[in-house]
């Protein structure tokens, strides 16, 4: 099928039975891992259709957590193979809801740190094997992974895999709440100011989520979505300290799937900690 604005288009053949057939897509931009067309189905819909390099399932897995908790997502309309089907969400923004709506998903928890399946973070498959513990958890899960891709300098592997023996576990609470998280919650997965997109979830310290809401100085959340965070569940106020460690898995996903131009930051971050 070829898109009204001529370009090469998806290909349609995983498709979701019982959904109408496309009429005409239009390719849409942004997506680094996933690719997205807004498409006219045959019964005249408008939705959005998203082109995985994983198992379309594991994404739907994870709005419909998402969903159960509260948070405003897209309706997943249909899923088959590598394909995903989204309902077409616009709107105007409402970041003091979102703050209440993600700040109660934080407060759906669980007895451990992990979730029930392996999913995905970005390209890579993310390990959610079950912790009774939250450093342990973190350590095992969002670090360790990371230091077998040969893109990780062996340098920073080592460096981080002595931080893993002890220096992480002294800095991290031990039994923190395992909230259900998002994993991955930034403004580029937010759409409108109202729906969240592209969930990597699963439970764990709830800081995870906020450190990760705060390291981006160029797009930040606006006040009024703190401001409603904070009265529905207030932060910490020894958080600070440990906003750096926990960026560390992102800082890592950033350099196995962007290259070199992220390892600075990275080893700022590692010697900043001392490590």
């Given amino acids: 099928m070829v898109s009204e604005d001529g370009a090469q288009?998806?290909?349609l053949a995983e498709w979701p039975v019982g959904l109408p057939t496309?009429?005409?897509v239009v390719r849409l931009a942004g997506g680094w891992i996933g690719r997205t067309w807004r498409a006219t189905l045959a019964d005249g819909r408008d939705v959005v259709v998203k082109l995985c390099p994983y198992p379309a399932d594991v994404e739907a897995d994870g709005l419909a957590a998402l969903a159960g908790a509260g948070v405003p997502v897209p309706e997943v309309l249909g899923v088959a193979g590598r394909t995903l089907v989204l309902q077409l969400v616009a709107g105007p923004p409402d970041w003091s809801m979102l703050g209440t709506a993600i700040a109660r998903m934080h407060r759906c928890t669980d007895r451990r740190y992990g979730w029930h399946r392996d999913n995905q973070a970005g390209r890579f498959v993310q390990q959610n094997s079950w912790a009774d513990d939250w450093p342990t958890f973190f350590v095992e899960n969002r670090i360790r992974?990371?230091?077998?891709d040969p893109g990780v300098p062996a340098s920073?592997?080592?460096r981080l895999e002595r931080a893993c023996d002890g220096p992480i576990q002294a800095m991290l609470p031990k039994h923190p709440v395992a909230s259900l998280t998002h994993?991955?919650?930034?403004r580029g997965n937010i759409v409108d100011g109202r729906w969240v997109i592209d969930p990597e979830v699963s439970y764990a310290d709830r800081e995870l989520d906020l450190a990760n809401m705060l390291a981006s100085s160029e797009r930040p959340f606006p006040t009024?979505?703190?401001?409603?965070y904070r009265s529905e569940w207030p932060i910490p106020p020894d958080f600070q300290p440990r906003r750096r460690v926990?960026?560390?898995h992102h800082r890592l996903l950033g350099v196995r799937h962007f290259g070199t131009s992220q390892l600075a930051t990275l080893d700022a971050d590692l010697t900043a900690l001392g490590w």
Avoid: I, K, N, Y
Wanted: proline letters at 4%; zero cysteines.
């Fill in 183 to 186: 994993g991955d919650l930034w």
């Fill in 156 to 158: 920073l592997s080592t």
């Fill in 145 to 148: 992974p990371h230091l077998v």
């Fill in 22 to 24: 496309v009429r005409s």
């Fill in 246 to 248: 926990l960026g560390l």
């Fill in 9 to 11: 288009s998806l290909d």
């Fill in 224 to 228: 009024e979505f703190w401001d409603a």
